[in-house]
């Protein structure tokens, strides 16, 4: 069977606007069909259900970019393996995921669009199976960490230090999956603040989210020689090696992953010049502040900009982070590292795009401790 990217993505954009009945659709389909599977998942799902959609929407838009779509095929496949998703299971995904299609769409369903579902669904299932069992060999399903360190920076927010029982390799930018022993069943991603280390550890910045499971629990009741589980390393926003110098620009706990790439860049023997623009709403939620500073004593190439947006009170400066971007010269010769909040990290990019910056030298991603 040969792919057909446009059959697909047509029948795929009748269903975005009901993705929330879709994806319960699914859902609901799935486990009539394989009760056994519904242990496997947590019990509220509604996380669960923005998670699938968000990722059938990525395939579907990325089917005419086989090499990025097969790399994130991959970390997929990979990640599922901490679920205990195995071969077989695929199939049962596969008949819901097209039930679900067949219904929502069903107005200019046909068996073209079928045929073209059908062929997408096995090529991207195959990729994924292919990767899990290529990783089974070398790396386990998840991994065991203890709780060395748990910083209380605000009300809100810890920088956790965690010790893997055994290595977990990683590339600066990552992150991870989070499941603690308050919570089974229930993962939440976590970004590694840290450039992989000889000891081992890694560490986390958490917000702790109202009605966040799993945040809450790190934040206010996790403490030193817990243990918990996290799934293998995956993301995108990785360093690249070009010479050109850097500009990151980190809002909230978005500052994890961009720390992790300058440690990275510091420790790489590389003297680029690194702007880091870090921003809050208030002085007190420059959590990691003291530490960036020490950085920048030690490494004179790095320049880090703390901007604070709702605090009428701070000497420092002040303003939305997108717009104090602007107030320096033209970044367009830069390598540029993007993460914090959605609206945040969308204007940002808006803005660089609009003054010129390359897209390809704009890598992004999503803060997600403010998910």
């Given amino acids: 069977m040969s792919l057909n990217p446009h059959l697909v993505k047509e029948s795929f954009a009748v269903i975005e606007p009901v993705a929330d ?16 599977l519904r242990g496997m998942f947590p019990p509220a799902m509604d996380v669960q259900r923005d998670r699938l959609f968000g990722a059938l929407t990525r395939i579907v838009w990325s089917l005419d970019s086989p090499d990025g779509l097969a790399a994130y095929l991959g970390q997929l496949g990979r990640d599922h393996r901490k679920y205990g998703v195995i071969a077989e299971h695929y199939t049962a ?10 219904r929502f769409a069903a107005e200019i369903w046909n ?35 203890e709780v060395i360190d748990h910083e209380r920076r605000t009300r809100d927010i810890a920088v956790i230090t965690l ?11 990552q992150y991870v999956n989070v499941q603690t022993a308050r919570w089974p069943r229930v993962w939440r991603t976590f970004s590694i603040a840290n450039a992989p280390r000889a000891d ?6 958490v917000r ?19 243990t918990v589980m996290l799934g293998p390393p995956v993301g995108m926003m990785t360093p ?9 620009v980190a809002g909230g706990t978005g500052l994890a992953p961009l720390k992790a790439i300058i440690e990275h860049v510091i420790s790489s023997g590389r003297r680029p010049n690194i702007h880091l623009l870090y921003g809050a709403r208030r002085r007190e939620e420059l959590y990691d502040l003291p530490d960036l500073i020490r950085m920048e004593s030690s490494f004179p190439w790095l320049r880090v900009l703390p901007v604070v947006s709702d605090d009428p009170g701070y000497d420092g400066m002040r303003g939305r982070v997108p717009e104090v971007m602007e107030r320096f010269h033209s970044w367009a010769e830069h390598d540029v590292y993007v993460c914090g909040p959605a609206p945040m990290v969308n204007e940002t990019v808006r803005r660089l795009l609009w003054s010129g910056v390359p897209l390809a030298n ?3 991603d999503i803060a997600l401790g403010e998910l």
């Fill in 21 to 36: 009945k879709a994806a319960a659709y699914f859902y609901g389909r799935l486990f009539a069909e394989s009760p056994h």
């Fill in 93 to 102: 995904i596969g008949n819901a995921l097209l039930a679900t299609v067949r």
């Fill in 111 to 145: 068996s073209e669009i079928e045929t073209a579902w059908v062929s997408a669904y096995t090529a991207a299932a195959n990729a994924m199976i292919e990767a899990a069992e290529a990783d089974a060999g070398v790396s386990p399903a998840w991994w065991l960490a």
């Fill in 163 to 173: 010790r893997p029982s055994q290595r977990m390799p990683y590339l600066p930018g």
């Fill in 200 to 205: 081992n550890t890694v560490r986390l910045h």
């Fill in 208 to 226: 702790s989210i109202p009605g966040g499971w799993v945040s809450t629990a790190l934040v206010d009741h996790t403490r030193i020689g817990d």
């Fill in 240 to 248: 690249s090696d070009t010479g050109r110098d850097m500009l990151c």
């Fill in 362 to 364: 704009i890598r992004r």
